[in-house]
């Protein structure tokens, strides 16, 4: 049984302890942070010598725990109001939260088994393709590997038709023992919209994978891949300049795209000065993922394989970065009410388990009787502004707090509470109360108050709650 199994036991055998430490633990977070009931929270189980001990926390705390730690299991996720209600659940909720949880179980105990019975079949045989290969014909690759042709022809034929048992089920197997004379290159490159070879597509659940040779080392020990590819695995190693061998392809947006057929990534990359002088250098991980960001907001497809969770991660460690920018420079001031979050291209919500990239960062600031100041940037022109062969997560996450700065600086000094509590009177072309209503001398103090953190940030005067 797997730790994630014996969790999702443990908490079902505890479920009402766990309830309401849910809801005791979430009370506590909101009153002694910048949290609110709005905010995900998550139970989680981390397993011990002495056995599973249980944790409440808001969600981005735990995140990269739960991302490495072997030992530590998602119980459950959701609005810390959800949690607040379960201070004296009632038998309706303790079934419905354990009926959840059954569920849970049943699908981790289905894939335990699909696990155990993986582990116990042979590996996975690896074909390494060369370059002598990619010019030799299909059968001679086939012969070489001791592959039956036929066998061969007619799983390509099964498994990339539209349908395996239509008339033209014959007429797949003629187009595709086609190639059988032909060179290797024309079956061994091409690739599936995600950039995965398509002869793993097809034979991969078959047990066999095909990978291309070893990549060949340079003068200076540094690689290059030795074929030309529209993808690279983020994980393995590449130079600058064996960026020349990755082709970009448009990723079907409205605008953008290559600026030219065959445009590869090191081309681009020229184009937008950020090509650094040693191009004998490995490209970093997190490079690759600003190369990819960059890529995504001019229409191009990403030229590394995305890893999982890293836009997550990167928008966690951002948004911790301002959440303590914000507290050092008493811009909460208690409120409990600041709340930040991100934008996709397409102008929707990214919400925690997004992995799309994220264009826009968004920051409301509260004062003290409720004015509101809302504020935004766009991260691919801070970007812009950076030296992409350099950065990393702390560089961008700087230059993300170093921004907002200069800008709440210069907007808070000339908010205007007042106009801006007129406006909320307004939705669309209806007039009527808002939901909450202020005074114009607390909309005044309010003002004063933007306008004090103003100084602080101009003077570089971090502010404690006392004053």
Sequence with gaps: M???SQALTHAINHIESLMKQAATETKKAIDN???????????????TPLGFTSDVSIESDKFEVMCYHPNVVAIFVDLGSKFLSWENPTE?????????LVIKLEQAEKYDTLADRLA????TRNIVITDEDLEQSTLAFLEKHDIDSETFVETLADNLSFN??????????????????????HLATASSDDGRLM??????SKGIHFSFEALEPMSDDKVVPNHTVSVWPIDKPITWAGTKTIVLKDNDSETGGPSHADETLDNFLEEIGAMPEDRSAEIKPFTKFIINYMLDVTGIKPAFTHPINTSAVVEHRI????????????????????????????????????????????????APNGSNYHSSLQLSSILNNMNIASVDLDTLTEAVVSELKQKWQSDLMTIDTLANYSGSFIYG??????????PMKDLLEDQQYFRQASKRLEENIPSTKEE
């Design 33 to 47: 942070s910048a949290f609110d009931e709005n905010d995900y929270f998550v139970i989680t189980l981390e397993l």
């Design 429 to 438: 072309n209806t007039i009527s109360d808002p939901k909450r209503k202020i």
């Design 120 to 123: 116990e079949q042979s590996q």
């Design 92 to 100: 309706s909720d303790i079934k419905a939260f354990k009926d959840m």
């Design 199 to 204: 002869l793993n597509d097809v034979f991969e």
């Design 2 to 4: 797997s730790v994630t």
């Design 164 to 185: 395996k048992d239509s008339i033209f089920k014959e007429a797949n197997v003629r187009y595709f023992r086609g190639f059988i004379e032909q060179p290797f290159k």
């Design 319 to 366: 948004s911790s970065a301002v959440f303590d920018f914000i507290k050092t420079y008493n811009l909460d001031n208690g409120s409990n009410e600041q709340v930040i979050f991100f934008i996709a291209r397409d102008g929707s919500l990214i919400y925690k388990s997004d992995e799309r990239l994220p264009y826009i960062l968004s920051v409301r600031l509260t």
